[in-house]
């Protein structure tokens, strides 16, 4: 797989993507494009973001090799564009037990979409609400408009990662 580390207990677990001409029909891509998707392995496991449908088998492939066996404790949405929530409701399905945790203006968009009931499991955040998952804590940003509104980014205290959702985006295979 296409999985790997980025510090002892965060692993990339996003894929690229090359035979596309045009990013959203639109972009050209003539370098490809990654989509970013992480775990990190803690007390409770976390995933942050999905991936675009294209690659979503080899997402899948990512996550069942990092998680080996664990249950998938949390699903952080950062951002509501397909290219980072196309496989959202495979991973509810595939994983009943993880909570979702959002803005309550992702909920929404992500019931629209997707027409997914998530009430029961949703976890509801805002700027400055944090999450611990055993040695790390998530502090979540709300970003609004960077660059859709429901757009937050969750900072990791332990390793000082910031999952960015798309503010620093750019084209280009890993």
């Known amino acids: 797989g296409s999985a790997r580390n980025v510090t002892e207990d965060i692993y990339y677990v996003g894929a690229s993507e090359k035979r596309t001409a ?13 989509y970013n998707s992480y775990i990190i392995l ?12 294209s690659v979503t088998g ?11 066996g664990r249950q ?11 290219d980072h929530s196309s496989a959202i409701t495979e991973v509810l399905v595939r994983y009943p037990e993880a ?12 019931n629209q979409f997707f027409s997914c009931e998530i009430s029961d499991r949703a976890i509801i955040v805002d700027e400055g609400d944090t999450l611990s998952l055993g040695k ?3 502090t979540f940003v709300t970003a609004p408009m960077v660059h859709w509104p429901e757009v937050m980014m969750s900072y990791d205290d332990v390793s000082g990662a910031l999952f960015s959702a798309d503010a620093f985006g750019s084209f280009g295979a890993l």
């Open 136 to 138: 790390h804590t998530l």
């Open 99 to 110: 909570k979702v945790v959002l803005t309550k203006l992702a909920a929404m968009i992500l």
């Open 58 to 68: 080899q997402f899948f492939e990512n996550v069942i090799n990092v998680l080996d």
């Open 72 to 82: 998938l404790d949390y699903l952080v949405v950062n951002h509501m564009e397909p």
């Open 22 to 34: 045009l990013f959203e029909n639109v972009y050209p891509i003539p370098r490809g494009v990654a």
């Open 42 to 53: 803690d007390e409770k496991a976390a995933l942050i973001d999905t991936v675009d449908k």
